[in-house]
């Protein structure tokens, strides 16, 4: 403990998260052990197959990141996801990608716009904006019969193997490459920062703070329609609902990796590591065949216990 | 309220009784035509927007047409006071059918007594409640698992393998449907001589969550005999497909892209059973509720054959379109009760509406 | 003399490896109005929160009237007769004037809060404090800085204080106001209460306070009587060395190329037709009572207002920005120095160097990409500028004393090099050399051709500082003075308005 | 008067709102304005109603309360066991019901005091605990609860009456101008008038606004931080657990549904910011919470009346709920001072 004091605040959560994925792994394995006598969760095999998975939760989360960064909330993940790979997958051919895209884009756009000029409380303006697109999925499927067959490039994307490494491992970490270089070595990762701190300051600091936020909901929405595309392509298709388990958990990750939840304090590495982390307990709990109950229980205990971990130690400021 | 009588009740190769047990009611002949409301749960996959559009063609079926003055759907979530509150509310407005999918199979108490104190027919289907009080319809869902459960075995005691692991893909926690089908397929496993290993994951009757689950176990236990999911079944096939598993023997509800996976590669191990729940449920309540409306007797459960589906009997364009989207459900027609809306059917009428 | 009411022995607090305070012993006396004194971070903030229970010493032990105490928090203190007026700090926007006046003790009626009889006190306290005309139900929020710092003072009296604490508690108020606190701290000092103030008005000290404590370097120097020290000796104790001119000299009045002309500026009801012209490299000051417009007038140049009407020209382009991007990035760029440097000027808890590059992120990366060499070199460039005393420019601001905080804002403007400075009153709270060191500054800017615009609610800044001053009175300019016509009675008389009395 | 208006303009639109919605409602309904609609209406109110009030409390501190769903299902399971019996058995089951609720509301404010974490996050974490237990509790749907209760708590006054035999079966004329009231309005009401508005009036109650105003200011004050804090979330626990009862006797069922869990969360955010009351903390109240969940029931009335293609229903849901928070942007693009904007 006295070690973890000294080590830099920012750093924390990190390494922590970090343990805590190696000791899920770790239990994981004791299990395995005692019931197969095998080690499955420490093969590469595993591990890539978790990352892989987990990289639709890890877009997810870059995404959230940026936006909790300012100080605000996307909760319309789920179905920005939903309706970029549908929209991917109906318009199908060489423009699906780009359409599913631009379904990201046009979602950032409204929520930026109904956060920072109409100035909505981004937890409701973003929970309706969810709703409406999923009236629009709903009402569009009632319509006519969708095609919702991924296309070829979408399951390159989210299936195959390069060098033995998933490609959807290669687009998280592309992702996460250049989010880490947007929030540390760009005006607007800096803004980001300054908004979530104190907006008020900022704004008057000369900053675009409207653009600013707008361009982190935009990050968001491209983020989660990217998401959105990848699981289509690893699914082989579109449906409703594959959204649903998106929201929460890249919310969590967000905070399990350091980030404040009021914004303005966050290193993307945290955010990573808390995907890890995320995924492997949820496949760890499965392997164990943890009835549902307890698996909710021990989710949000290790979220509590690892929060209050991240806390100790420091001498918070009246 | 209706009266408790005894059988046989209208039009028994439609309506059939669940069991010998199986009581019967009978209400007082209204006339005709008359209003009816279907009151939905949530409206979020694919089956329940299939559901509602049967609904709605079934309700300008010429069968059924001249008898309903007024028709309503609303879908209220899974948010148990306002389904109650929709249903009383129709009832209030004086509405004498009441169709709905339940949230919860219990809590119907109240909106039970006030149907029967207004002589309104209330129906639930699908999701049904855990009552004898009213008129219900549904498929069997512990014969579904037992189904499930029996052919499973078969083919695996056909291919000579009498005993290992199996993989058992749940639904929903909390929810008698998955309770039952589970229940069933484990007392078929338990009731067959060999030596069974089951390994049970949640899929949530969702693919992209039964899919990760599903490849979950396979990176553990590396191979399983076959695999009996209750949901998510295209999910099954892909985390199969993409983990290079070889294909086994697996059982699984009705979508159209597990029905096209069995067709393609059954001769190379899938060999599958396709049962589900079929959104065509709707139209069979809404004649149901009308027969009841004009004095007839009904059984108080009206069971539903299950539609059966294995890699024998596969066709494309009967029971499955190649060409058709993965996700919307086969079955939808029950010929006996000259409900004739077939899945295809519902997607090319609105692909006209489309142009 | 009777022992003291309040002592401190040994007492040290320090955060995060800094001393804020080391081995500080002292004492106060009922009936006496006792000033504190030091320059930014001497810790001087940090022993009166000591006193009121805000924060914990690490070492050494408080006792009041002879007993040691160990309070868990302000209200402990508070119980015990301690009462602390923070500068903004303790009321409460979204609740009443009443409500904020008995937050803590209100009376009550059957164990619930006794609305009426919370009317009634607010009414009496206020009376106290000659402020009848405030509103006890009218929300703080809707109060303008003054009257908030008076329903402080009606607060903090009817706590009943045995020691009565003002950290730069008179810093935002009026004329009329310090007056009325003036008479309070005497009737209290007759009651027998031992007053503790923190200014750094050095007029409002003299004037006021019996005894004097000077503090540096969170050391207590030395403690005397008044009248014991001369003005130039309390000032090297607290600085450690010279203050001599306080004031740059100023150039000769001369004719200025105009860089801002405004004709006939409207703004709601609170701009009603203001016209003037600030020249290039003149410092033009702003006087007039509390809330004539000053600050409208400031935020309508920097693009904070909408719907101002009127004839403007800046630079060579016509009409205001419409935002402070617009107006930092302007033909002719304009600078802020808000009025509230904790949520205005600063974001706390980013870094020192985050919050002095803030305003400036184009000029030190290329296409939005960063430029780490220009960074440091510009924010080496910031802390040394201004002598920004900081551990490492990676701490939080808000580790900073409240004059390096300002500081920093200060840093943070000049680094877009501005044509325009707007300052809104840039010296509250800073102490007398680093004032001296802004001082210069402005004038050095000035000189460079800088055009500066300066509200001050101190009328000696403005005198000594000022090119020309000009002086607001219900949204108008009613008055105009340059040169040797810049005198504290012109600027009051022009500030109350009456022009007939002008000598 | 007009300065209440001026002081609560977010309750005043609320309510106009509200009215415009809900007496169209009754012209068009066919048995509008009868006892019956009316207490139809209600039964569906009170659940959403009494998580409303729970979010508000955290909310007034600034905070979000993200388990007052879970907290809710966990108390109608718990209580799914415990309703039936003998009255004393009944009443015992009532305050045990509420005792648990209230527990873990306590636990939330133990765990945001002194764990030092954020509300809305340790919340999150505490929700899916809650859910867990109800799973635990009710692995399946189910319950048992006495069947007069049920009738008695979901209808008028007058069937209350009939049902306990309280002034002659309902028929005193003491009772006459009373028959008509639905009950579960008097119930959802009666707790925020017998618990909420004491509160409010005492320190405690108070310093919950001043956190959520200035929390330094609260602090310097002198004010028992500490202790609102926690007493809000243990309220909130308490309300979500009236929520829970309420469901519970209407239903008589105990249903661990997650689903249904979050949605009531994240309606009752909904609610309270129709209701007026500022996420950022510090304005507004309980009863406007209230005001807002009635809003958002009343909207989904009309796909009751009118002829909407059901397909389209979730859309238009969606749309008039950004559109009727969307109505804030009128006062946005009216303020002068561009500060005014970032609070
Ligand atoms: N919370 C804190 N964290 C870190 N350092 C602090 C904190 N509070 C005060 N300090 C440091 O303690 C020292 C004393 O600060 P303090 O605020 O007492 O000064 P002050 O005399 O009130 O100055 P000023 O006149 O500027 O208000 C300063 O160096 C300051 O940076
Ligand atoms: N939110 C905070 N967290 C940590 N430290 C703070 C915070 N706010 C203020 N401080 C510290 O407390 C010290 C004194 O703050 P205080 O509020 O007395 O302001 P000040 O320095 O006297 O400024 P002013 O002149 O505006 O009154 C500062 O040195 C600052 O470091
Ligand atoms: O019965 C289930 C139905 O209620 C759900 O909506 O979709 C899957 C079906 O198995
Ligand atoms: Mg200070
Ligand atoms: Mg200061």
């Known amino acids: 403990m006295t070690a973890l004091t000294r080590i830099r605040p920012a750093d924390r959560p990190i390494l922590i998260a970090f343990g805590f994925t190696i000791l899920i792994l770790l239990i994981g394995t004791a299990y395995t052990l005692s019931t197969t006598g095998t080690v499955p969760l420490l093969q590469p095999s595993y591990l890539m197959q978790q990352l892989q998975i987990g990289s639709f939760l890890g877009l997810c989360a870059a995404g959230m990141m940026l936006v909790i960064l300012t100080g605000h909330i996307d909760l319309s993940v789920p179905w920005t996801l939903t309706s970029a790979a549908m929209v991917a997958t109906a318009i199908g051919g060489p423009w699906a990608i780009p359409a599913g895209l631009s379904v990201g884009l046009c979602v950032g756009l409204v929520n930026g716009f109904g956060v920072s000029v109409l100035r909505v409380p981004a937890m409701i303006f973003t929970l309706g904006l969810d709703t409406v697109l999923r009236g629009l999925m709903v009402a569009r499927t009632g319509g006519f019969a969708p095609q919702d067959q991924a296309t070829p490039a979408m399951l390159y994307l989210a299936k195959a193997k390069l060098l033995g490494v998933p490609v959807a491992l290669f687009v998280w970490i592309a992702v996460s490459v250049l989010v880490t270089f947007l929030l540390a070595r760009t005006t607007f990762g800096r803004s980001l920062y300054a908004i979530g701190t104190k907006e008020r300051a900022a704004w008057l600091s000369g900053i675009r703070t409207r653009a600013v936020v707008t361009g982190a909901f935009v990050g968001s929405g491209l983020c989660a329609a990217l998401a959105g595309v990848l699981l289509a392509g690893y699914s082989a298709k579109a449906y409703q609902g594959m959204g649903n388990s998106f929201l929460l958990p890249a919310i969590a990750a967000v905070v399990l990796g350091g980030t404040h939840i009021l914004g303005g304090r966050g290193r993307y590495i945290g955010t990573f590591m808390g995907v890890v982390l995320i995924v492997l307990l949820n496949s760890v709990l499965s392997i164990m065949q943890m009835p549902e109950a307890l698996r909710q229980i021990i989710y949000g205990t290790v979220i509590i216990g690892m929060l209050l971990i991240y806390g100790r130690g420091t001498r918070i400021s009246e | ?355 | 003399m009777q022992g003291p009411i309040v002592e401190l022995s040994d007492v040290s607090i320090s955060f995060a490896g800094v001393k804020a305070l080391e081995g500080v012993d002292f004492a106060c006396h009922a009936g006496t109005t006792h000033a504190i004194l030091g320059e930014n971070g001497a810790g001087k903030s940090t022993l009166i929160k000591t006193i009121s229970g805000v924060l914990k010493p690490d070492t050494g032990s408080i006792a009041v009237n002879g007993r040691e105490v160990r309070f868990a928090g302000p209200a402990e203190a508070a119980d015990a007769g301690i009462v602390c007026m923070f500068q903004e700090l303790s009321l409460i926007p979204d609740l009443s004037v009443a409500d904020n006046i008995s937050l803590q003790r209100p009376p009550r009626h059957m164990g619930l809060i006794d609305r009426r009889a919370q009317i009634a006190r607010a009414e009496a306290l206020l009376a106290r404090v000659r402020c009848e005309d405030v509103d006890p139900r009218a929300m703080v929020r809707d109060l303008s800085l003054s009257r908030r710092q008076m329903v402080e003072v009606a607060k903090a009296l009817g706590r009943d204080p045995k020691v009565l604490i003002l950290d730069e508690a008179t810093s935002a108020l009026t004329q009329k106001d310090v007056e009325t606190i003036y008479g309070l701290l005497d009737e209290l000092r007759a009651d027998g209460v031992c007053s503790l103030f923190i200014s750094h008005r050095m007029h409002e000290v003299e004037a006021l306070c019996d005894r004097l404590s000077v503090f540096r370097n969170g050391r207590h120097v030395e403690t005397f009587g008044k009248g014991e020290r001369s003005d130039a000796e309390i000032v090297r104790l607290m600085i450690g060395r010279d203050v001599t001119a306080k004031f740059p000299p100023k150039p000769a009045p001369k004719e200025r190329e105009p860089v801002i002309r405004l004709e006939e500026l409207r703004w709601e009801n609170r701009l009603n037709g203001v016209s003037l012209s600030l020249g290039k490299g003149e410092i033009l000051g702003i006087g007039g009572l509390d809330g004539q417009g000053q600050k409208e007038l400031l935020l309508a140049l920097f693009g904070v207002l909408k719907g101002v009407e009127g004839k403007v020209t800046v630079g060579e382009g016509d009409g205001l920005a419409a935002s402070p991007h617009a107006a930092k990035t302007g033909r002719n760029r304009i600078a802020l120095i808000p009025e509230d440097r904790k949520t205005e000027g600063l974001m706390l808890s980013l870094s020192i160097a985050d919050n002095i590059v803030a305003a400036a992120l184009d000029k030190v990366s290329g296409r939005g990409v960063l430029d780490q060499a220009r960074l440091d070199a510009a924010i080496a460039e910031g802390m040394e500028r201004l002598q920004i005393k900081a551990g490492s420019t990676e701490d939080a601001v808000k580790t900073l004393s409240g004059g390096n905080q300002q500081k920093v804002v200060l840093a943070k403007w000049l680094m877009i090099a501005p044509d325009v400075i707007l300052m809104n009153d840039p010296t509250r709270g800073i102490d007398v050399g680093t004032k001296q060191e802004i001082f210069r500054m402005m004038r050095a800017l000035a000189d460079e051709g800088k055009s500066i615009l300066f509200y001050s609610s101190d009328y000696a800044e403005l005198i000594g500082c000022s090119d020309r001053v000009i002086v607001l009175y219900d949204g108008r300019v009613v008055s105009e003075l340059t040169g040797e016509a810049i005198t504290e009675e012109a600027i009051v008389a022009a500030s109350l308005n009456i022009q007939g009395e002008m000598a | ?343």
Request: net charge negative; aromatic share 8%.
């Open chain 2, 1 to 355: 309220g209706p009266e408790v009588v005894s059988g046989p009740g209208a039009l028994p190769e439609c309506f059939a009784p669940w069991d010998e047990d199986t009581s019967f009611l009978q209400w007082s002949a209204k006339e005709g035509p008359y209003k009816i409301a279907v009151v939905n749960g949530f409206v979020g996959n694919t089956w329940r927007i299939q559901m509602v559009k049967t609904a709605k063609a079934f309700a300008e079926d010429p069968t059924i047409k001249d008898k309903i003055s007024e028709f309503k759907v609303v879908s209220t979530g899974t948010d148990a006071p306002a389904q109650l509150g929709a249903i009383e509310d129709f009832i209030n407005q004086g509405y004498d059918a009441i169709i709905t999918i339940a949230v919860a199979p219990t809590g119907f108490d109240r909106v039970i007594r006030l149907a029967d104190k207004n002589d309104v027919v209330l129906v639930p289907f699908d999701n049904v409640l855990d009552t004898d009080k009213v008129m219900q319809v549904n498929e069997d869902q512990l014969a579904m698992g037992k189904k499930w459960g029996e052919f499973i075995l078969g083919e695996l005691h056909e291919m000579g393998i009498d005993s290992g692991k199996l993989l058992e893909v749940r639904g929903l926690a909390g929810n008698s449907v998955d309770r039952d089908r589970s229940l069933a397929i484990n007392e078929a496993i338990a009731a067959d001589g060999g030596d069974w290993e089951v390994v049970s994951v949640v899929g949530n009757w969702d693919d992209g969550t039964t899919q990760k689950v599903v490849a979950d176990a396979i990176a553990v236990h590396g191979q399983f005999d076959a695999v009996i999911g209750q949901g998510g079944s295209n999910g099954i096939v892909q985390a199969l497909q993409d983990s290079g598993h070889p294909w086994v023997p697996v059982a699984g509800e009705s979508e159209n892209g597990f029905r096209k996976a069995i067709a393609e590669h059954s001769a190379d191990g899938l060999k599958g059973i396709s049962i589900g729940q079929s959104p065509g449920l709707v139209a069979v309540a809404m004649k149901a509720a009308v027969s009841a409306l004009e004095g007839n007797v009904m059984p108080q459960l009206i069971s539903v054959p299950l539609p059966v589906a294995t890699y024998k009997g596969l066709e494309d364009g009967k029971n499955y379109w190649s060409e058709l989207p993965d996700n919307f459900f086969t079955v939808n027609e029950f010929p006996p009760c000259d409900v004739n809306i077939s899945g295809p059917a519902i997607m090319a009428e609105s692909e006209e509406d489309m142009k």
């Open chain 4, 1 to 343: 008067m007009t300065r209440w208006i001026g002081q609560n303009r977010g309750f005043a639109a609320a309510l106009a709102l509200f009215l415009a919605l809900y007496l169209s409602y009754h012209l068009m309904h066919p048995r509008g304005f009868s006892t019956a609609v009316l207490v139809q209406n209600s039964n569906e109110l009170v659940a959403i109603g009494f998580v409303a009030m729970a979010q508000t409390v955290p909310v007034l501190l600034g905070g979000l309360d993200l388990s007052v769903g879970a907290i809710m299902t966990l108390a109608a399971c718990v209580a799914s066991w415990l309703l039936d019996g003998t009255p004393l058995q009944i009443a015992f089951g009532m305050i045990a019901t509420l005792a648990v609720g209230t527990a873990f509301g306590l636990l939330n404010g133990l765990i945001v005091v002194y764990g030092r974490l954020q509300p809305i996050i340790a919340t999150l974490a505490t929700g899916a605990i809650a859910i867990g237990l109800a799973l635990l509790i009710r692995p399946n749907p189910g319950g048992n609860v006495d069947g007069d209760l049920n009738w008695a708590l979901t209808n008028s006054v007058f069937d209350f009456a009939e049902t306990y035999g309280i002034g002659q079966d309902g028929e005193a004329t003491w009772l006459a101008p009373f028959v008509n009231i639905p009950l579960p309005l008097i119930l959802l009401f009666g707790m925020a008038c017998l618990v909420w508005l004491p509160f409010k009036r005492t320190v405690t109650g108070r310093t919950i606004y001043a956190i959520g105003s200035a929390e330094g200011a609260a602090f310097a004050s002198g004010l028992p931080i500490n202790r609102a804090r926690i007493a809000a979330f243990t309220l909130a626990g308490f309300f979500a657990a009236c929520g829970g009862l309420y469901l519970a006797i209407q239903t008589s069922t105990g249903n661990a549904d997650v689903v249904q869990a979050g949605a009531y969360t994240l309606n009752s955010i909904a609610a309270v910011v129709l209701g007026g009351t500022a996420l950022l903390g510090g304005t507004g109240g309980v009863i406007a919470s209230i005001l807002g969940a009635m809003i958002l029931r009343a909207v989904s009335f009309y796909f009751r009346i009118l002829d909407i293609d059901p397909l389209l229903q979730p859309l238009i849901e969606g749309i008039v709920l950004l559109a009727a928070v969307s109505a804030v942007a009128f006062r946005t693009f009216r303020v002068k001072n561009q500060l005014e904007l970032f609070r």
